[in-house]
């Protein structure tokens, strides 16, 4: 079969200097942390577990019924100084939620990061590999599922940069408690990947940026501030892992989307990969010229040094109208 070439897709657009990205992170989390004055939308609430406070955000949508069984789309806010409440404002759910009728959990990571499997991040907490996010958020779904009635055969995990290698992670890890998986700019750490055995085949979608100047299309080091952060496959290899463990060996059909956005310097082609034996399918969104950014979000546009931000498509809505055709067996 013929596997996706990043090669192909890739315009000549140089990478965005890597000395101008580190002050591009340190503006965006900080566009990220300017709370909303009232967000009657959103609860927050915690709970004890591995003697941690963990704390996260619930929306329920309008007219939310105990009887009723919903589905659970958890997103996973990235790295730095971001939290729940800022990916809740930016990304765009909750309004879907109301409409569609789901419940959108915001968890928060320690210290606002993701012990994704890469190692030492941001954290300042010299054994930040020690923390247990696998296990606050599984117990966060078995909650969700106990308290709120979720319906635990649509259970979806998206999550961008930090939040998408960490939405990587719970795929490999509790594979069978999850209907599929969203990553968003973010390729899966080389640590998670060598030792990944899922225990059952999972639908997966990815949306990459082809010239992200923090995590690279093509693999290696992601990098903040000139230090190393850990390595990631290229996007390339994330989608193969998948498509090989799915068993998606249908040849892709690759559809390029309209470019309804004609100053964005970015296009849209999805590549999509099927299995002949199940349900499951694996799809690539790749943002052809896209940097570090969630296309059609309200997250700032400091194209200079995260890289051009898509407005062809938007992230949330393309993500849910994917994640609400697939339910766990």
């Not at 117990?139 to 009635?149: E, F, T």
């Not at 309200?298 to 898509?310: E, H, I, Q, S």
């Amino acid at each position: 079969m013929t596997f996706f070439n990043p090669t192909f897709l890739t315009r000549d657009n140089p990478f965005a200097p890597l000395k101008f990205c580190s002050l591009a992170l340190i503006i965006f989390m900080t566009v990220l942390t300017i709370q909303a004055q009232s967000r009657e939308d959103l609860l927050y609430s915690s709970f004890q577990y591995d003697e941690i406070e963990r704390t996260f955000y619930l929306h329920l949508p309008n007219g939310f019924n105990e009887l009723e069984s919903l589905p659970v789309v958890m997103v996973l806010h990235g790295g730095g100084k971001g939290d729940g409440d800022d990916i809740a404002t930016h990304f765009g759910f909750n309004e879907i939620a109301d409409i569609e009728g789901f419940i959108a959990v915001y968890p928060n990571g320690v210290e606002s990061q993701w012990n994704d499997g890469r190692g030492k991040t941001f954290r300042r907490n010299e054994r930040n590999e020690d923390i247990d996010d696998v296990g606050f958020l599984s117990a966060l779904i078995d909650s969700l599922i106990q308290n709120y009635k979720a319906d635990p055969k649509r259970i979806y995990v998206t999550g961008v940069s930090n939040g998408g290698m960490m939405t990587f992670r719970l795929g490999c890890e509790i594979t069978s408690t999850l209907a599929a998986i969203t990553p968003v700019i973010a390729n899966m750490p080389v640590n998670i990947a060598n030792d990944c055995k899922p225990d059952s085949p999972l639908t997966v979608l990815i949306m990459n940026g082809t010239k992200d100047p923090l995590v690279p299309w093509e693999g290696g080091q992601v990098k903040f501030l000139g230090r190393k952060m850990g390595e990631v496959l290229s996007t390339e290899n994330s989608v193969r892992f998948w498509v090989e463990h799915n068993k998606c060996f249908e040849e892709p059909v690759t559809v390029s989307l309209p470019d309804f956005d004609d100053e964005d310097e970015s296009i849209v082609r999805v590549v999509t990969y099927k299995s002949n034996e199940s349900d499951v399918e694996v799809v690539l969104y790749a943002v052809i010229g896209g940097g570090h950014n969630i296309p059609g979000s309200k997250t700032p546009d400091v194209r200079l040094l995260l890289g051009n931000k898509n407005n062809d498509i938007n992230a949330a809505e393309v993500i849910w109208n994917f994640l609400k055709k697939h339910k766990r067996n």
